[in-house]
């Protein structure tokens, strides 16, 4: 399991577009990357998975350079309901130790 | 069921006592994993079965911790003798065999607070 390293909050505005870095350098050749959702009195709730270049969903992008070294978790038009915590994880495609990082706490403002 | 199911949802109890917390997974669901997660702090690592043995209790904080799970299914967490630094909020979550498509579920967690 790759250790993830994030920055430890962002600060956005309703409307703008938020972008998120999770760096993982050791991140072996069977890992996954897979970002999940905290809200307050709730346990994480996946968001996005994806192995290398862009994954896109009803919700984010996930863009993954070649290296594989790092991630960007992509949310467009932030909400204030998108005030969250949000986790990086990479790991492999067998189960195990799942290791969070201290996540991001995102904050959207008025 | 339609998600992973966790019981209580609170819990109060003295200091000293034994406490069981529950977890029921996503049917069909191989993996079970136990984290605790303290107030405003990330998530810490427990213990993880693979169908109902547990290959990493690597986590597990004492030997007062303990978990089982039985039929594949439902999961228990025991902490006995129960001191006021457990209070903290304890996630089951489960996966299936691959962590690809929709990687783990958690539950909504049992907010254990010693007294």
């Known amino acids: 399991l790759a250790k993830t390293t994030q920055p430890i909050s962002m600060d956005s505005y309703e409307g703008q577009e938020v972008n998120i870095t999770c760096s993982h350098n050791?991140?072996?050749?069977?890992?996954?990357i897979t970002w999940y959702q905290q809200f307050p009195s709730q346990g994480p709730r996946f968001i996005i998975q994806?192995?290398?270049t862009k994954v896109t969903n009803e919700v984010a992008s996930l863009f993954i350079p070649a290296d594989r070294k790092s991630s960007t978790l992509s949310l467009p038009r932030v909400s204030l309901s998108d005030t969250a915590v949000y986790y990086c994880?990479?790991?492999?495609?067998?189960?195990?130790?799942?290791?969070f990082g201290q996540g991001t706490i995102l904050t959207v403002h008025p | 069921g339609a998600g992973v199911s966790q019981s209580p949802s609170n819990k109060v109890t003295e200091k000293g006592k034994d406490v069981e917390l529950r977890c029921d997974p996503i049917s069909g669901h191989t993996a079970l994993y136990w984290y605790r997660q303290s107030l405003g702090q990330g998530l810490e690592f427990l213990i993880y079965?693979?169908?109902?043995?547990?290959?990493?209790k690597s986590g597990l904080p004492s030997d007062r911790f303990s978990a089982e799970r039985t039929g594949g299914s439902v999961s228990t967490l025991t902490i006995q003798r129960t001191q006021q630094e457990d209070s903290a909020v304890y996630l089951c979550?489960?996966?299936?065999?691959?962590?690809?498509?929709?990687?783990?579920?958690f539950g909504s967690g049992t907010r254990l607070t010693v007294v």
């Open positions: 079965f693979q169908g109902n043995s547990a290959p990493d």
């Open positions: 994806g192995y290398k």
């Open positions: 979550a489960s996966s299936s065999q691959t962590l690809t498509g929709d990687g783990y579920t």
């Open positions: 994880h990479a790991g492999g495609t067998s189960y195990g130790k799942l290791t």
């Open positions: 050791n991140i072996a050749t069977n890992d996954y």
